[in-house]
């Protein structure tokens, strides 16, 4: 498919950007080309790892979340605020910053609540969560310029170096020593000449161009009942993707 329809072949192949999943490490050692790991990913662990320092107070958070999802809660907390409860995904640390801080919204109309004094968190839990949320914040921000297309390798390693400024234990999964092929090659000795690259600058640090790419033709496909013909399917994809190289003036212009 990628000769007939791209003019490409495996060797136009030099490396791959990815998580450390066993498919991708397989893939790139069948194709022979070096594994950058996601910047994103090692992010998204990094902040795991962070929670789990945090995981008494925030399930206290959750369970609160989940009580005011009750119907007699959520009718109470609608006369107060069209504030809504969040609740956290173990998939995803960013919904857990979108929980504590929707709490923080929520606690000036929820402290004073008899049916809720035995959920909410203490006082002393408080202050650590707003701690916390504040951490989050700063995560949030390297975690969102991450996902920018002119951010660099060489952006990525200086904002890793600034977390783990803040955060020693960061340097796990953010250390420059931290590397997905680091133990294929120790494991596997090789007499293949050292690769060099000369435009660094053209490695993608994450994949997040990919897994947006993926989403996008995941919601084209489902709303089009699987209808659309493939090269048409391709072509939809093909302009929203790119849909800030034109305008409604360019296609009445080819029109």
């Known amino acids: 498919m990628l000769a007939r329809d791209y003019g490409k072949t495996i060797e136009n192949c030099l490396f791959l950007v990815g998580d450390n999943c066993s498919t991708n490490r397989r893939l790139a050692t069948l194709l022979g080309v070096p594994l950058v790991g996601c910047a994103s990913h090692r992010l998204n662990l990094a902040a795991q790892n962070l929670l789990e320092d945090f995981k008494d107070e925030l399930d206290q958070v959750k369970k609160l979340m989940i009580k005011l999802k009750g119907l007699n809660q959520s009718a109470k907390l609608r006369f107060k605020t069209k504030l809504r409860p969040v609740l956290s ?119 997040n161009t990919v897994e947006r790419f993926f989403s996008v033709a995941k919601a084209t496909l489902g709303l089009q009942l699987h209808l659309l013909q493939p090269a048409t399917l391709e072509m939809v994809l093909f302009l929203r993707v790119n849909n800030a190289l034109w305008d409604a003036n360019a296609v009445n212009a080819c029109c």
């Open 89 to 207: 995904q173990a998939t995803r640390w960013s919904s857990t910053l979108c929980m504590v801080n929707r709490y923080m919204k929520l606690l000036e109309f929820i402290q004073d609540d008899d049916d809720l004094a035995e959920y909410l968190p203490p006082p002393s839990a408080n202050r650590t969560l707003r701690k916390l949320l504040e951490d989050l914040k700063k995560i949030e921000s390297v975690s969102k310029e991450l996902q920018s297309e002119s951010v660099s390798i060489a952006d990525v390693r200086c904002y890793f170096d600034a977390l783990i400024a803040l955060w020693p234990g960061f340097a796990t999964y953010l250390g420059k020593i931290y590397c997905f092929y680091t133990g294929v090659k120790k494991r596997r000795k090789t007499t293949a000449p050292r690769t060099v690259y000369t435009l660094l600058q053209a490695i993608p640090p994450t994949s």
